[in-house]
């Protein structure tokens, strides 16, 4: 396949500006994970049902209790009559005004004191709605609701809709060792802090075999591997403590880097740290291993946004192939991930087209890195970030790009150079 046809065959472009706009990445971030609480839904339609199991296997969810079953308000008022209510019943209904409060009337007599309610009814009345608002009821939706709509709603019910935004994270995995993930993820977040001017966090979570340290010219003593084994402790003064300055805005929760131990972790603290850095940190950067264990795929399923790094060959073919399906299934509210095909261009070194790797796993590359040792090694070797040691360089001004992306911002315009400039200024002045 030429790069000719796939520069006449727009869909993968089509498809990626529309999993980007700003509206569907809004949508997204302003979705708050639900805290754990125990829900009950009773649905009357399949398509309810679909949407509600959705919305259960979303990571936002993951803390939630949830649990649901056919009936609509007649079942919930045979399910209460008896027993205690959850700290949150989602009811769909198909009556109209009339038989609908009614119902809600005698499910009041049997709701415990806190229980909150959300409808999903099938008429659009702003009547209905008042009545509702004045029974108490916390929502009210019209069918068909979508996954993350109910998901916002949920939210918006434990937390303040109106509160600054949680931190983001953002996670970046190779599709293979050694396709530069690390790197490019340092870079992106040091160009992130200088863009955003904002404060950024690097988590390398590559405990034993970290880089971050080294591309920082750091080597600080605590770091990520005291918060996942101390957990329990972890606050944000503990946070401030292990966190090292690599910048004003750009701090390092460095890895250990050492095989004095076996790091073992468990689902649970890694949890506990993405809770403390989304509460404390605007953007934190994940440089998470190249792994499919428990955890990793844990810490990879649970962030807001996910950048692979590939390499133009067979094996970065289909194992990103096999990530983007993996992640298509099971994060069908969140925006697509991100691909960065990086080393390309490299010497003597057989690799398939941009056009045709791109094509096979149905997405367009965000960023093209021609193969450049000169700028990645020397950078490296001084310790430094490729905007800083060459900041008009052609890959410089792609991971500051990429940094606005990130963000969701545009960036600035570039004044236009024009060889009749200083011309027409002279002709101005006199």
Known sequence: MSDTAYSQDDNIEKASDE???????DASRKARPVPRISIQAFCEDQSFVDAMQNASNDRRMNKAHLSMQMGGISAALETYRDGPTPNLIILESKADREKLLAQLDKLAEVCDAGT???????????????????????????????????????????????????????????????????????????ALSEVTSTDVVISDFDLPFGTAGLDFNQDPSQGI????????RLD??????????????????????????????????????????RKNIPYSVLDLPHAWTSWSKYVLMQSDEIIITATPDLANLRNTKNI???????R???????????????PKKPEISVSDFSQIVELKPSIVIDYDAE?????????QMIGEFSQKSKVANQISEFAYQLANVKPPQREEKSILKPILNRIGMK
């Not at 999993?19 to 990445?25: E, M, P, R």
């Not at 983007?324 to 099971?330: R, S």
């Not at 700028?375 to 310790?383: D, K, P, Q, S, Y």
């Open 375 to 383: 700028v990645f090694g020397t950078a490296a070797n001084n310790g």
């Open 332 to 346: 069908k509210s969140d925006v697509a991930p991100r691909l960065i095909l990086n080393l390309v261009g490299m």
């Open 225 to 232: 591997a005291e918060a996942l084994f101390q957990s329990e």
């Open 116 to 190: 909150k309610v959300i409808i999903i009814g099938h008429v659009n009345d702003v009547i209905l709605y008042r009545a509702l608002v004045e029974r108490g009821v916390s929502e009210y939706l019209v069918a068909p609701a979508e996954p993350l709509q109910i998901i916002s709603s949920i939210s918006n019910l434990y937390s303040d809709p109106d509160a600054e935004p949680l931190g983001q994270i953002v996670a970046f995995v190779g599709a293979k060792g050694g396709v530069g993930s690390s790197v490019l993820s340092h870079n992106i977040a040091w």
């Open 236 to 277: 944000d003064v503990m946070l401030d403590r292990l966190l090292s300055k690599c910048s004003d805005r750009l701090s390092l929760f460095a890895s250990a880097g050492n095989l004095d131990q076996e790091y073992d972790v468990e689902r649970e603290p890694c949890d506990l740290v993405l809770d403390v850095l």
């Open 324 to 330: 983007l399906d993996y992640l298509k299934a099971n």
């Open 19 to 25: 999993l980007y706009a700003s509206d569907t990445v």
